[in-house]
């Protein structure tokens, strides 16, 4: 009856229903409890830390078991269930939604075991240094942990304790890196603080390794490249290749760029090659442009054959190239800096040889663009080359300010005597200084007439009228260097004038810029100097009129052999010499104001000649008078044969007809003079009358014994001169002389001093008598 019921069932389904709820049941709760035993044992290992070894594998049985189960039985409902759906639908819903979820939690089951066997399998490729299969562990166990996380399971506390376990596994990773990478690329760098850039090169190494070990995936990979597919994998190569740059430009390509007797030699080592550096003889102050070349290629070629070759798997960024963009910017512009500006030439004709270094700088690039580490770069280097125009100009007018410079701060104490009557031709002659250029002009002919018309004029005129004759004097050597250089570098332009017109111009307005520079550096370098040397004061004074007497027709002789816009009337330095011609004179007469106040204080002395009759007045202000006469005599010496003659006339008549006039006041505003007084006064006027006429000595000349010669020229560049002659009359003149000298106003004393001075003068020298009170009738008021 049993059997018979069975086949009923059956038949209608329903027994096979009733055994796949079982079943499924069944399956359920021991999901349920393995589930539980998983999580149980995955919280002792990775949270408790409990060694779990048998367990593990017992578990890992039982789900496979498990598995194989469930399939079997998800088969079978899909197979043989799945077609009486239609009229039990209701009947298997809750099955389904029971079976989704036992699949799911199988499903989660499964990746919890695929991290654990991963994580397994990274503990054995880290125990065998296999670190890129260690790597693609971590990065595979990252990728699932991933997935559960967006599946929805991220609150698992499992998963929690599994992320903590894969941080500390990447941290021990990137670790083990760092320190296989500290033992494949080895540095040697001396610390000592007492050695030169030249000996710490010398003593610097670097080995690359070259030992090779068997990886997983790779076997038979060198142990470098190894290592740096793996620090790609974990996303440290780029910082580690980051500090090598900067370590490699600092102690490596940065000496070599300063150092031109030290060169690169790769030596090979056991498992490894190392990169020495050795000492040449060279006589080379700065390094050439193909030896630096040579020597970093040799250091590029030794990277890319032991490390930088290295394949990472991305065609688009080599390390190559990574390790360019972390030094290139930085290096070429040390090559700049550091080699190729002092490679610019300095003259015309080393600029026609500069071909040379451009060649050889596009060969560099090349080798680089080979090498893979300027690919698709614009190199500065040949930017730079190829402005060289520019540099050359640059570079030219700079060593030009820079060597003018350094004449101005030197010493103004030689000097060289110009203008002389020998030699009346101060203006350098164009034609010669260019040589052919001028040959090559069509007017040549009418230009030498008109020239040697000028020179006829010219010769033709007085030394002191004709504004194109220089007076003789004495300028410093350096003054006359330096308008020599300025001669030098404007031919120099005119020469360049075709060919590199820009260098004209730019070389042009260097000259102005060195007379400027003369204006500003000159009076404040020597500044102290010129207020104490009154013999520098002069040697500057002549400078500068000596520069703006070439300034007047400087840029008209170089007008037509300069480039436009410059030939259109714009070369000029006209402007400049009001400029130097003040700072000039202000010098001189700021000088002479010193000089004025020295010889006023001599004078205090003399306690304004009261007394002198008696011994003690008598010798002060004697003493004062000679003081004052010393000191115009020692100026004399100074000034006589280095400011042109006019000029050093005016100045020393300008001083002492300070100390004239001084003396004069202070003897007018006497009250009363005794006759002893005006004797002593009348002695020491006349020291004054007998020495002074010989401070005019280059004037003089021969005709010291000629009075008359003498007084002329005293009177004209001493204003007080008669004057002072006039009072050395009355101090030893009688009522009657002074009286015939006045004649009414009209006679030479009349001409010289007021009537209020003369009375005063004579109610000082003479007692009050009839005869006085009628000279003094005779002596009015105008």
């Known amino acids: 009856m049993s059997s018979f019921v069975t086949e ?152 929690t304790a599994l992320g903590i376990e894969l941080r500390v596994r990447k941290e021990n990773l990137i670790h083990t890196l760092g320190e296989a990478w500290a033992k494949a690329v080895v540095w040697n760098i ?45 996303n440290v190569l780029q910082e580690k290749l980051k500090v090598f740059a900067r370590r490699c430009l600092e102690y490596i390509f940065l000496p070599l760029v300063v150092l031109p007797n030290v060169s690169p030699k790769v030596v090979t080592m056991m498992q490894s090659e190392a990169l020495h550096f050795d000492k040449q003889s060279s006589s080379k102050e700065t390094v050439v442009p193909t030896d630096l070349y ?29 390790f360019s963009d972390y030094l290139w910017e930085d290096l070429s512009q040390a090559i ?38 300027l690919h698709g770069k614009e190199s500065a280097l040949m930017r730079y080359v190829k402005e060289i125009n520019v540099h050359f100009a640059n570079k030219k007018c700079q060593d030009i300010l820079a060597f003018a410079r350094d004449l101005m701060t030197s010493e103004m104490l030689d000097t060289v005597q110009v203008g002389a009557s020998d030699d009346m031709a101060p203006l350098p002659n164009i034609r010669e200084l260019l040589g052919q250029q001028t040959s090559k002009k069509p007017k040549v002919k009418q230009e030498e007439s008109t020239t040697a018309a000028f020179e006829a004029t010219f010769d ?41 017109p820009g260098c004209a111009v730019q070389m042009f307005y260097a000259v102005r810029d060195m007379f400027e520079l003369f204006m500003e550096v000159v009076p404040c370098y020597h500044e102290e100097n010129l207020k104490k040397l ?17 300034l007047l027709t400087l840029g008209h002789q170089f007008l037509e052999h300069l480039p436009k816009p410059l030939a259109n009337s714009f070369a000029t330095f006209v402007d400049q010499i009001p400029v130097l011609r003040e700072l000039g004179t202000e010098c001189l007469l700021q000088q002479m104001r010193i000089q004025r106040d020295q010889v006023l204080e001599y004078l205090v002395g003399a306690h304004n000649f009261t007394n002198v009759a008696e011994d003690y007045n008598r010798g002060n202000a004697e003493k004062a008078v000679k003081k004052v006469l010393h000191q115009l005599t020692h ?29 004069i006041g202070k003897v007018t505003a006497l009250e009363d003079i005794s006759a002893d007084d005006a004797a002593q006064l009348h002695s020491l006027c006349g020291i004054v009358k007998e020495r002074a006429p010989l401070l005019f000595h280059p004037v003089v000349k021969e005709d010291t014994k000629n009075k008359k010669a ?45 009537a209020m001075e003369v009375r005063g003068l004579v109610r000082a020298l003479f007692q009050n008598t009839d005869r006085r009170a009628a000279v003094l009738a005779k002596i009015k008021q105008q």
Request: aromatic letters at 6%.
């Open 294 to 322: 040579f020597k970093i290629n040799t250091v590029l070629e030794y990277f890319n054959k032991h490390l930088l070759g290295i394949d990472v798997g991305t065609p688009d960024s080599s390390l190559m190239t990574m």
């Open 635 to 663: 100026l004399s010496k100074v000034w006589q044969d280095v400011l042109p003659t006019n000029i050093y006339c005016k100045a020393l008549g300008s001083l002492l007809n300070s100390a004239i006039q001084d003396i």
């Open 190 to 234: 001396p610390r000592a603080k007492d050695l030169n850039d030249e000996d710490r090169l010398l003593k610097t190494e670097l080995r690359l390794t070259t030992v090779t070990a068997e990886d997983a995936t790779l076997p038979g990979t060198p142990r470098m490249t190894t290592l740096v597919r793996a620090m790609k994998d974990m």
């Open 8 to 159: 009923v069932l059956a038949t209608t389904g329903r027994l096979e229903k009733d055994d796949l709820v079982k079943k499924t049941g069944k399956l359920s709760k021991r999901v349920e409890d393995i589930k539980g035993e998983i999580y149980e044992t995955i919280t002792q290992r990775y949270v408790d830390f409990v060694p779990s070894l048998n367990t593990t594998l017992d578990l890992t049985t039982r789900v496979n078991t498990l598995v194989t189960e469930v399939d079997n039985l998800n088969n079978k409902i899909q197979n043989e269930v799945q077609a009486q759906l239609s009229t039990s639908t209701s009947e298997f819903q809750d099955l389904q939604t029971q079976l989704r979820r036992t699949n799911t939690v199988l499903a989660v089951l499964g990746s919890l075991y695929e991290i654990q066997q991963a994580l397994d399998s990274h503990h054995n490729d880290m125990d065998n240094q296999q670190f890129i299969s260690a790597a693609a562990r971590l990065t595979q166990i990252q990728q699932i942990m991933e997935e559960l996380q967006e599946g929805g399971y991220c609150e698992l506390k499992i998963l």
């Open 460 to 500: 033709s005129m007085p030394e002191l009228q004709c504004p194109f004759r220089l007076p003789v004097c004495r300028i410093s050597v350096t003054v006359d260097k330096l308008v020599k250089l300025a001669y030098a570098t404007l031919c120099e332009a005119s020469e360049v004038t075709t060919s590199n």
């Open 710 to 754: 003498v007084e002329a020229e005293v009177q004209l560049y001493v204003p007080q001169w008669v004057k002072f002659s006039e009072l050395m009359t009355m101090l030893d003149a009688s009522l009657q002389d002074i009286a015939d000298r006045w004649a009414d106003g009209k006679g030479p004393l009349g001409h010289e001093f007021t």
């Open 336 to 373: 700049i800096k550091g080699c190729l500006v002092h490679s610019i030439p300095r003259t015309s004709q080393e600029l026609e040889k500069y071909m040379e270094v451009i060649t050889a700088t596009e060969e560099f690039v090349t080798s680089l663009e080979n090498l893979g580490f």
């Open 534 to 550: 009154p013999h520098l004061t002069a040697v500057h004074y002549n400078n500068c009129f000596y520069i703006a007497h070439h």
